[in-house]
Each structure stands twice: as structure tokens, then as C-alpha cells.
């Protein structure tokens, strides 16, 4: 349970730093209300979730290989520790919602914006292969595929848990959603995000020496 909830939160902290996504369902929040602001988080979702699936049933056996998976932990430490301290900076300005009228949009036009985001952001790719990578092939090493799958799954719920947080906290309480609210939140997140940098990092480590 312990460990299931330590993946959970890997995912609340993939998802709290400020990014294009982010931004999106902040958008959609306050100009067309919470569904096109949820659904914005659901298609990045479903684009994460082809991923997850393509590395599950095609790249399983891939990760298990000692260099693959060295390689794959030092691929997710960087980028997690890199986007950690990216996330930690309070100096740098928060995202700046650009003005626009007041609308209901489209809901299909939110859930494939939100994908179009996620599926074509090239560093967005790479962090998902290093994350699920460190992720998955830890799990094989020391467990079946189901162990893997369900610890995947935990940090997709967390990732779901921040979208559905976020899309709800804008659209009903708008006035606490303030650029230094959000760089706390960017820092806090960050600083997770470092920590499980530095304990991939050591994992690698351990299987190089």
C-alpha cells in the first residue's frame, strides 16, 4: 500500500508544475467552465495512456535488460531532477493567462487540444519515456507484470487526481488560483520532483557499481 502511494504521488508531482497543459486547463477554467477545463486534462491523459500502453505490451521485455535499465533510471533521474529544479525557481514569472472573450467552446475541441498538447510537446515524450521507463523496469526487476502495470496505473491516477483538482479549484474558486499560489505549488512539486531524481539516480548507481 505504501509503495501504491508513493506512485500515486509520483503522479500528483509529474502533473502540479506549471506547463503548457497546465496553462490550457486554466484557460478553459475560467473562459468556458469546468468540463472544457477537465477535458482539456483528459486528453493529455489519453495521450500519456497510448504511451503507457505501447511501453506495457511492446517494450516490457526491452526494459528488462540490465544496460536498458540503467540507462532508462539515469534517463528519468535527469529529467525529473531537471524539471525539478526548473519548477523550484519562485523567480521566475508564472504563465500569464492571455485575454480572451468569454465563451462556451467546443468539448471535443478541449479533449483533442489537450491531446494534440501531450502527443506532439517533443519534451513532453521524453519525459514520459524516462519516467515510465524508471517506473517499469524497476517494477519487472522485482516483480510480475501486473505489479508493473499497477504501479503504472498509480502514477496515471495521480496525474488524474491534479487535472480533476485543478480543473474544479479554477473554476470554483478562481480567486485563489494566483500566480504566487502557483509558483508554491510549482516549488513544492518541484522539490518532490527532485527527490524521486535522486532516487533513481542512486538506483542506477547501485547497478552500475
Not at 500500500?1 to 478553459?28: C, D, H, W, Y
Request: charged residues 10%; positive net charge; proline residues 3%.
Amino acid at each position: 500500500m505504501t509503495q501504491l502511494i508513493g506512485f500515486i504521488v509520483l503522479g500528483l508531482s509529474i502533473a502540479a508544475p506549471i506547463g503548457p497543459i497546465n496553462v490550457e486547463i486554466m484557460k478553459r477554467g475560467i473562459y468556458n467552465g469546468f468540463w472544457s477545463s477537465f477535458l482539456v486534462g483528459c486528453g493529455g491523459m489519453s495521450s500519456d495512456l497510448i504511451l503507457m500502453f505501447c511501453m506495457y505490451f511492446g517494450l516490457a521485455a526491452f526494459l528488462q535488460a540490465p544496460m536498458i535499465e540503467m540507462i532508462l533510471l539515469l534517463l528519468g533521474s535527469v529529467v525529473l531532477t531537471s524539471m525539478g529544479v526548473q519548477s523550484m525557481n519562485l523567480k521566475r514569472e508564472a504563465p500569464k493567462l492571455e485575454d480572451r472573450n468569454e465563451q462556451r467552446g467546443s468539448y471535443l475541441n478541449s479533449y483533442l487540444t489537450g491531446a494534440i498538447i501531450a502527443a506532439f510537446n517533443p519534451m513532453n515524450l521524453l519525459f514520459w519515456m524516462g519516467i515510465y521507463g524508471s517506473v517499469l523496469s524497476t517494477s519487472l526487476a522485482s516483480s510480475d507484470k501486473v505489479q508493473a502495470f499497477v504501479n503504472s496505473t498509480a502514477v496515471f491516477i495521480g496525474i488524474g487526481m491534479w487535472n480533476l483538482n485543478l480543473a474544479m479549484t479554477v473554476h470554483f474558486g478562481r480567486l485563489l488560483v494566483k500566480p504566487n499560489l502557483l509558483k508554491w505549488i510549482s516549488f513544492f512539486a518541484g522539490a518532490v520532483l527532485v527527490l524521486y531524481g535522486i532516487r533513481f539516480g542512486y538506483e542506477a548507481f547501485l547497478k552500475l557499481f
